[in-house]
């Protein structure tokens, strides 16, 4: 059964930096592009970042390019979002997805605030 695990999210002050971590499992990581999204509650989740199968290819949502960066460690089985510059408009919480595929993790919880 194909496992998503996030983790790094938390409560970070304006201007400040996150790195979200995805662990992979059950599946050939490395065989598959990977996607970055985020909700708040009303809306519909945000494609944030994405990234190709050997990482060469990356792809970011207009509000955050620039600001974050989207990365993956096969031998690791783990897709990374370092988050920069982050703003109070970030706070989501913020899921990896296989792309293309309907398999998602649970989310981490990512709130920008003074």
């Known amino acids: 059964q194909v496992q998503l695990v996030e983790s790094g999210g938390g409560l970070v002050q304006p201007g400040g930096s996150l790195r979200l971590s995805c662990a992979a499992s059950?599946?050939?990581?490395?065989?598959?592009?990977m996607n970055w999204y985020r909700q708040t509650p009303g809306k519909e989740r945000e494609l944030v970042a994405a990234?190709?199968?050997?990482?060469?290819?990356?792809n970011y949502a207009d509000s955050v390019k620039g600001r974050f960066t989207i990365s993956r460690g096969n031998a690791k089985n783990t897709v990374y979002l370092q988050m920069n510059s982050l703003k109070p408009d970030d706070t989501a919480v913020y899921y990896c997805k296989v792309a293309d595929y309907d398999y998602w993790g649970q989310g981490t919880q990512v709130t920008v605030s003074s």
């Open positions: 990234i190709s199968r050997g990482g060469g290819i990356t």
């Open positions: 059950s599946f050939t990581f490395s065989r598959y592009a």
